[in-house]
């Protein structure tokens, strides 16, 4: 089994800055992709972003490109996506995901296993 914990959600005034956490674990854990989704009440589930086991590639929704920044520990088998300059738009439930593969990408079906998420609401 895999476990992933999301932290660090919460309410934040727009143009305030968050930063999420996910720490991964089990004793079937295998270091892989993880990925960074979001779903906001009445939509579907989309891609924030990602990155590959080495940390050397990263991806984008466009809608975040040059404000959230994916990274990733993987001595401490977790990775963080700080939020800059939020908008009332970003207000959603963000979901961290991993997979054992090196790489996953934007498709949520890529992904093996899911955190439970945490909310983060931005006010206007």
């Known amino acids: 089994q895999v476990q992933l914990v999301e932290s660090g959600g919460g309410l934040v005034q727009a143009g305030g800055s968050l930063r999420l956490s996910c720490a991964a674990s089990?004793?079937?854990?295998?270091?892989?992709?993880m990925g960074w989704f979001r779903q906001a009440p009445g939509k579907e589930r989309e891609f924030v972003a990602a990155i590959t086991w080495t940390g050397e590639r990263t991806i984008y929704a466009d809608s975040v490109k040059g404000r959230f920044t994916i990274s990733r520990d993987n001595a401490k088998n977790t990775v963080d996506l700080q939020m800059n300059s939020l908008k009332p738009e970003d207000t959603a439930v963000y979901y961290c995901a991993t997979t054992p593969r090196r790489w996953a990408g934007v498709v949520d079906g890529s992904y093996d296993y899911w955190g439970q998420g945490t909310q983060v609401t931005v006010s206007s």
């Open positions: 089990g004793r079937t854990f295998s270091p892989g992709a």
